[in-house]
T-cell receptor, first 115, second 114 residues
Framework: EAGVVQSPRYKIIEKKQPVAFWCNPI?????LYWYLQNLGQGPELLIR????????DSQLPKDRFSAERLKGVDSTLKIQPAELGDSAVYLCASSDRDRDTDTQYFGPGTRLTVL | AQKVTQAQTEISVVEKEDVTLDCVYETRDTTYYLFWYKQPPSGELVFLIRRNSFDEQNEISGRYSWNFQKSTSSFNFTITASQVVDSAVYFC???????????FGSGTRLLVRP
């Protein structure tokens, strides 16, 4: 079974530029999460989707961050405009809460560097 | 509020030594789940184990074992006969009935030297 797929793996941009990250969850997983991981810290949740509905985006900085999961499968996280402090690893995870309560499986992440 | 504490920032051992990674948690939930994840240099978080709050039975999987003690709110992870490939950052995490969020500790970096 394929795991969570993310692209790109690495992205370097200049501040004020836009950037987008893509995630394809494990097949059949209805719940998708985006996490932010700063260096030397554990991941922190940005947003959670149940199918195509964002059920919790309270930690998402909505002035510059946006996300979508239009068909309840793939998801895109966007930052516009990027700031220096956005440099971090952005992790996507998915779970099948009906079958495997609360076990989240993570992708390899996208390492963003903002210059 | 839920909280996970991993007091050991970094541990260095020589190959074949046993090593224990500590995890202490706080929660008011009656039903909760504890996890361990491994993050190798490649960056992907690899799921290792999930334990629910009603199952205090310790678990062994090959060289890995986990000791869950509700009385001390701890969920420690032991690697027996460590190998260089065990070098990674290990995260303990918690979620509960009051929130689906995975609350992570700050991680313990394990370095296994040849």
């Amino acid at each position: 079974e394929a795991g969570v797929v993310q692209s790109p793996r690495y992205k370097i941009i200049e501040k004020k530029q836009p950037v987008a990250f893509w995630c394809n969850p494990i097949s059949g997983h209805n719940t998708l999460y985006w996490y932010l991981q700063n260096l030397g810290q554990g991941p922190e949740l940005l947003i959670r989707y149940e199918n195509e509905e964002a059920v919790d985006d309270s930690q998402l900085p909505k002035d510059r961050f946006s996300a979508e999961r239009l068909k309840g499968v793939d998801s895109t996280l966007k930052i516009q405009p990027a700031e220096l402090g956005d440099s971090a690893v952005y992790l996507c995870a998915s779970s099948d809460r009906d079958r495997d309560t609360d076990t989240q499986y993570f992708g390899p992440g996208t390492r963003l560097t903002v210059l | 509020a839920q909280k996970v504490t991993q007091a050991q920032t970094e541990i260095s051992v020589v190959e074949k030594e046993d090593v224990t990674l500590d995890c202490v948690y706080e929660t008011r939930d009656t039903t909760y789940y504890l996890f361990w994840y491994k993050q190798p240099p490649s960056g992907e978080l690899v799921f290792l184990i999930r334990r629910n709050s009603f199952d205090e039975q310790n678990e062994i999987s090959g060289r890995y074992s986990w000791n869950f003690q509700k009385s001390t709110s701890s969920f420690n992870f032991t690697i027996t006969a460590s190998q260089v490939v065990d070098s990674a950052v290990y995260f303990c995490a918690l979620t509960g009935e009051s929130s689906y969020k995975l609350i992570f500790g700050s991680g313990t970096r394990l370095l296994v030297r040849p």
